[in-house]
């Protein structure tokens, strides 16, 4: 095992040298004999602060040599129904049994818990079991504590293997099946079963440490940080080959960056297990051309579950696992997801982990993001990155969540294609989930006092797939999986990062978790069969292709889609060497004109109290930028209400926390923060009004741009500076032209359109048979018109996106003829989520149900606010017109300068269109040449989407650069119906599926 040099490994050989992780078995039945019953004791410790650790916190006073000091420490410092996890040695073999006949248990599948003890009478007479302090005397009564009355040593043994801090550990087996493990997989015996496991199969599993977390104060040892090593596993045959090693195409399994979330730790730590044992059948002729990378990503929130470990924001330790790591900011507990540096819009409330030029204060902070940023940029070939999620309740039992990285052709149809796999995967394994249903209600019952079962169709209800806002009803920046998707020429892997998502693995209050080994194993099978289907992709050999019925295409090009860092005022007034419309970066590090950016950060706590309102106050001036509230604790109150006022007293977002607490409430977001963007608020006092029954966290973040500049210095908020970029979106089409296998794709000026590019000259036949107008540059040019016109007439189509929606207005032509510019309105949105879809329509081929988000807005500078721009055409002009409609958007907001009566209107539909549909000539009508007609013999068409290739917004914080497009899956899909392509996917040479016809 190897190590970073700032950090030195110690082995955990019998669970006294350091603190480890304190097990939860039994905990259930101290609500049992206790008056307080379970939902009044959560809802107690909620309102005080977690400061009711458990019911009857007393502590005890166990002493005795054969206990190891830490053991000693747990038993007196944890109150007296808390189990702690023993392992213990015996002498005696009449000890021995008398220890049997009181307190073993036969594992079983179907056990609501780990059995209280387990026996083993080789190499020594051991036991494991989950002891209270008095239970701890009762057993060491059974000999007086002398080695030679029946007991040599007492230890705590926190984790899944029983026999892990005694001798000969792994007789057995190093990870056992969840229906004979002890507990959760604990840090420390992850640490040691990883060392034993390169020892042993060293020719397949190498194992790094490669930095380490913030650490939590160590109440037990009396450190004040007490980092933990983050590690990967590196599981491949020949794996010291470094040649062969670095050839090889990777999958990287990330298992568990919310310490909360067990269910990626449970399956990852078995699979290594299996794998390197030569047991894993259907991964072992996988591992001469993959390399599986498993990351222990979160140690921090994995270790705090132990009662020796200080959390700064909970009163009184009560065992749970934590979301983030050790650090706070500004007082806010810091998300470990949340910290990483992505293109596009950064909220300065996150400490984005670029070890380029990073700030002091982040190397304490984030180290651990900070580590796995720079060690896995060493990796080439990064093909998959999966970050293994959990949540609450949901309609199917594992969500893929589409990450936000921008996602080229090829791309986009592996996501897709491998999500297929999993689902199928999933189906034989289970059938559908009555299968698991009976367990799931049985968790639901316990977790949320509802026997709650996914009710979905996609899979048998056992699997789905979509955007994250799609999935879980928000969007996100500064996600571990946006980076590491994003080019590596803007410092990601340009791996194509999902995140799974399985239900009943957030606890409802605070996180709290218990064994439950019924409900555990199927999510473990779940995950496995996920690693599985990744792998496997990971090694095939895939493409997909455009098929255009011999079809060229025009794209209208403007200077006026192109943002560039050039244009920002603190940078300097070069342009980003990649070269207009490519994305790339430029190499300039100039600090560009003077600075005029200002951040004001406060932090405060509200205070739990039953009827009673707090209310915190931010000011804002003419020169504020932006404001942010972020809110922190909320996922741990069960009543209430937050509302955030403006400087006249009108509430402009409020939470209702009786709403949220609830986790079978699938609409409501269940996370334990919430965070609330205004861009250009009103000058003067804003109001945060909070009434809740748990403790919360509240920082507000104004960021003021002086001066009447629109854009902040990212030096001066976070401390980065500016990467250069120079993107346009109309590089989709360019990108798209890669993988056109019949047909052309072509740029062309407005100026080029008006000056007859489109036909040839005088005869009426075009050059083209599809043209695509993303933008309303040139809406003014009658020549520019009169040329789509003539265009259309001779049997083209046109496609119209975004602003090109305009168009519509001034076309005399088929359908749209009909439309006036007040049938038109250019409205803000906060995600393009198509509503009201008829998925009959030719342009939702191949669309999924769960499918609405049709770009991801984030990596293109937008936020989570209102600010994601379309144009819509009123329903009923636009149906009586002739047209269909597809889909719909409804207006939140007016882009600036706008006016319109339109709640709502078409997002996609189409027009019918002017042209007599001949053949082209030299052609026979099904698509062999260019003419009248749109190559296929049919009259053309007008297509109309009215949000899908936005230009970059450069008004907020992005200092990692921008996109070209982040289009998702059902945007991608959507273009190419608009374009009347078929798409086509490949694996190993062979079709597997279309998408789409040819139109």
């Given at each position: ?6 950090n030195e490994?110690r082995?955990?050989?019998d669970?006294t040298?350091a603190?480890?992780?304190t097990d939860?078995s ?6 049992t004999?206790?008056?307080v ?6 809802s107690l410790s909620?309102a ?5 650790a458990?019911?009857?916190s007393?502590t005890?006073d166990?002493?005795d ?5 830490e053991?000693e ?5 944890t109150?007296?129904?808390?189990e702690a996890a023993?392992?213990i040695?015996?002498?005696?073999q009449d000890?021995?049994?008398a220890?049997a006949?009181?307190?073993e ?7 609501s818990?780990?059995?209280?003890a ?7 007479l051991?036991?494991?079991?989950h ?6 005397e ?12 029946g007991i040599?040593?007492?230890n705590?043994?926190?984790g899944?293997?029983?026999?892990w801090t005694?001798e000969?550990?792994?007789?057995d ?14 840090y420390?015996?992850?640490?040691q079963?990883?060392e034993?496991?390169?020892d ?5 599993v ?5 930095g380490?977390?913030?650490g939590?104060?160590?109440?037990y040892t009396d ?5 933990r090593?983050?590690?990967v596993a ?5 794996v010291q080959?470094d040649?062969?090693?670095a ?6 399994y ?5 310490g909360?979330?067990r269910?990626g730790?449970e399956a990852?730590?078995r ?14 002729h996988l ?5 599986l990378?498993?990351?222990f ?6 270790v705090?579950?132990?009662p ?5 924001w909970?009163a009184?330790?009560?065992?749970n ?6 650090s706070?900011?500004?007082?806010q507990p810091?998300?470990?997801n949340?910290?990483?540096?992505t ?6 409330s996150?400490?984005?982990?670029e070890?380029?030029?990073a700030?002091?204060?982040f ?6 993001s900070?580590?796995?940023?720079e060690?896995?940029?060493e990796?080439d070939?990064v093909?998959?990155?999966?970050d293994?999620?959990?949540m609450?309740?949901?309609?199917h039992?594992v ?7 921008p ?27 009555d299968?698991?249903a009976d ?8 977790m949320?006092g509802?026997?709650f079962?996914?009710?979905g ?6 699997f789905?797939?979509g955007?994250?806002?799609d ?8 996600g571990?999986l946006?980076?590491a998707g994003?080019p590596?020429?803007?410092?990601g892997?340009?791996?194509i990062?999902v ?8 606890h ?14 199927h999510?473990?099978?779940?995950y496995r069969i996920?690693m599985?289907e ?17 079809q060229?295409t025009a ?11 050039a244009?920002?005022p603190?940078?300097d007034d ?7 419309g ?9 600090r560009?004109q003077d600075?005029a950016?200002?951040?004001?950060r406060r ?7 039953p009827g ?10 003419a ?5 942010f ?12 209400t937050?509302?955030i ?9 409020e939470?209702?926390i009786?709403?949220?607490a609830?986790p079978?409430?699938?609409a ?11 861009r250009?608020?009103?000058a003067?006092q804003?109001?945060i009004e909070?009434?809740s029954?748990?403790e919360?966290?509240?920082?507000t ?8 500049e629109?854009?902040p210095d990212?030096v ?8 250069e970029?120079?993107v346009?979106?109309?590089?989709f ?11 052309d794709?072509d740029g062309?000026?407005?100026?080029h359109?008006?000056?007859g590019r489109l036909l040839?000259g005088?005869s009426?036949?075009r050059?083209?048979d599809?043209?695509?107008v993303s ?14 016109e003539?265009f259309?007439?001779a049997g ?18 088929g359908?749209?003829?009909?439309i006036?510019?007040?049938?038109i309105?250019?409205i803000?949105?906060p995600f ?13 081929a191949?669309?999924r149900?769960?499918?609405q988000?049709?770009?991801k ?7 989570t ?16 017109a ?18 319109t ?11 019918p269109a ?6 082209a000539?030299g052609?026979?009508?099904?698509g ?8 296929n ?5 007008i297509?109309?989407?009215?949000s899908v ?6 008004t907020e ?6 996109a070209d497009y982040a ?5 991608h899909?959507l ?7 078929e798409?086509?996917?490949?694996a ?5 599926r279309?998408?789409?016809e040819i139109?």
């Amino acid at each position: 095992m190897s190590h970073h040099t700032d950090n030195e490994y110690r082995t955990i050989a019998d669970g006294t040298d350091a603190p480890t992780e304190t097990d939860e078995s039994g905990v259930q039945a101290t609500f049992t004999d206790s008056t307080v019953d379970r939902r009044t004791f959560l809802s107690l410790s909620v309102a005080t602060g977690a400061a009711l650790a458990l019911p009857g916190s007393a502590t005890a006073d166990v002493s005795d040599d054969v206990l190891s000091d830490e053991l000693e420490y747990v038993l007196n410092h944890t109150p007296a129904e808390y189990e702690a996890a023993t392992s213990i040695v015996f002498t005696d073999q009449d000890v021995f049994d008398a220890f049997a006949d009181e307190y073993e248990e036969e594992p079983a599948p179907g056990r609501s818990r780990a059995p209280k003890a387990v026996t083993r009478e080789s190499p020594t007479l051991s036991a494991h079991a989950h002891l209270t302090a008095s239970e701890v005397e009762d057993v060491l009564a059974l000999g007086d504590g002398d080695d030679d009355d029946g007991i040599d040593a007492m230890n705590f043994a926190p984790g899944s293997n029983p026999w892990w801090t005694l001798e000969e550990p792994y007789a057995d087996g190093v990870f056992p099946p969840i229906e004979e493990a002890r507990d959760y997989i604990a840090y420390e015996e992850t640490v040691q079963a990883l060392e034993y496991i390169e020892d042993t199969h060293s020719d397949r599993v190498r194992v790094q440490s490669i930095g380490e977390s913030p650490g939590w104060t160590n109440l037990y040892t009396d450190e004040d940080a007490d980092p933990r090593d983050v590690y990967v596993a590196e599981v491949t045959n020949d794996v010291q080959d470094d040649s062969s090693f670095a050839a090889k195409e990777k999958v990287v399994y990330s298992l568990n960056i919310h310490g909360d979330e067990r269910a990626g730790t449970e399956a990852g730590c078995r699979l290594i297990e299996e794998i390197a044992r030569g047991e894993a059948d259907d991964f072992e002729h996988l591992l001469d051309d993959i390399v599986l990378l498993f990351l222990f990503t979160n140690p921090d929130g994995w270790v705090s579950r132990k009662p020796q470990t200080e959390i700064p924001w909970v009163a009184d330790h009560n065992t749970n696992f934590q979301r983030g790591n050790a650090s706070t900011f500004e007082g806010q507990p810091v998300d470990t997801n949340r910290q990483y540096p992505t293109m596009g819009w950064t909220n300065p409330s996150f400490r984005p982990a670029e070890p380029e030029g990073a700030p002091e204060e982040f190397h304490d902070l984030v180290p651990d993001s900070l580590a796995i940023v720079e060690h896995f940029r060493e990796y080439d070939n990064v093909a998959f990155l999966c970050d293994y999620h959990g949540m609450y309740t949901a309609d199917h039992m594992v969500f893929n969540l589409e990450t936000n990285a921008p996602f080229d052709h090829d791309g986009t149809h592996d996501l897709d294609e491998v999500n297929i796999q999993i689902g199928e995967g999933m189906q034989e394994f289970w059938g559908d989930i009555d299968a698991v249903a009976d367990d799931i209600a049985t968790a639901g019952e316990e977790m949320y006092g509802s026997p709650f079962v996914p009710d979905g169709d996609s899979y048998g209800g056992l699997f789905d797939w979509g955007t994250i806002y799609d999935s879980l009803s928000y969007q996100i920046t500064g996600g571990f999986l946006g980076w590491a998707g994003q080019p590596a020429e803007f410092g990601g892997l340009g791996a194509i990062t999902v995140a799974p998502e399985i239900i009943l693995s957030n606890h409802s209050v605070a996180a709290q978790k218990e064994w439950m080994p019924y409900w555990t194993r199927h999510y473990e099978e779940a995950y496995r069969i996920s690693m599985r289907e990744y792998a496997a992709m990971t090694a095939r050999e895939t493409h997909a292709t455009v098929e255009t019925g011999g079809q060229d295409t025009a794209y209208v090009t403007t200077d006026e889609l192109t943002r560039t860092s050039a244009e920002l005022p603190h940078t300097d007034d070069q342009p980003g060497r990649g070269g207009p419309g490519r994305g790339g970066p430029g190499q300039g590090r100039g600090r560009g004109q003077d600075r005029a950016t200002s951040v004001q950060r406060r932090h405060e706590v509200v205070q739990p109290g039953p009827g009673t309102q707090s209310q915190l106050s931010a000011e804002t001036t003419a020169d504020s930028h932006s404001l942010f509230v972020d809110l922190e604790g909320v996922g741990n109150a069960t009543e209430g209400t937050v509302r955030i006022r403006n400087p006249d007293g009108t509430v402009v977002h409020e939470i209702d926390i009786d709403a949220k607490a609830d986790p079978r409430n699938q609409a409501v977001r269940t996370h334990d923060y919430e965070e609330i963007f205004v861009r250009r608020p009103e000058a003067g006092q804003w109001t945060i009004e909070a009434e809740s029954d748990a403790e919360l966290n509240v920082l507000t973040t104004v960021v003021d741009v002086a001066d009447d500049e629109e854009i902040p210095d990212p030096v001066e908020v976070l401390g980065y500076e500016q990467r250069e970029y120079s993107v346009n979106p109309m590089e989709f089409f360019a990108d798209l032209d890669d993988d056109v296998v019949d047909g052309d794709m072509d740029g062309m000026s407005v100026h080029h359109v008006s000056v007859g590019r489109l036909l040839r000259g005088n005869s009426g036949m075009r050059h083209y048979d599809k043209v695509v107008v993303s933008h309303d540059d040139g809406i003014d040019d009658p020549d520019y018109i009169g040329a789509l016109e003539d265009f259309v007439e001779a049997g083209g189509d046109l496609i119209l996106t975004d602003s090109g929606v305009n168009l519509l207005a001034v076309l005399e032509t088929g359908g749209a003829t009909a439309i006036t510019a007040d049938d038109i309105a250019n409205i803000l949105v906060p995600f393009a989520n198509l509503e009201d879809r008829d998925f009959d329509h030719p342009l939702l081929a191949g669309i999924r149900t769960r499918q609405q988000e049709i770009w991801k807005g984030s990596q293109l500078g937008y936020t989570t606010g209102v600010d994601q721009p379309a144009t819509i055409v009123d329903v009923d002009a636009f149906e009586t017109a002739g047209g269909s409609v597809a889909g719909t958007f409804t207006t939140a907001a007016l882009q600036d300068g706008e006016s319109t009566q339109l709640e709502s209107g078409v997002a996609a539909g189409l027009l019918p269109a002017a042209g007599d549909g001949d053949g082209a000539e030299g052609g026979d009508g099904n698509g062999n040449g260019n003419g009248n007609g749109n190559g296929n013999g049919d009259a053309g068409e007008i297509a109309v989407v009215g949000s899908v290739l936005p230009p970059a917004q450069q008004t907020e914080l992005h200092p990692f650069g921008m996109a070209d497009y982040a289009v998702s899956f059902m945007g991608h899909t959507l273009l190419c119906n608009a374009l009347g392509f078929e798409q086509r996917r490949y694996a190993d040479g062979e079709l597997v599926r279309t998408y789409g016809e040819i139109r």
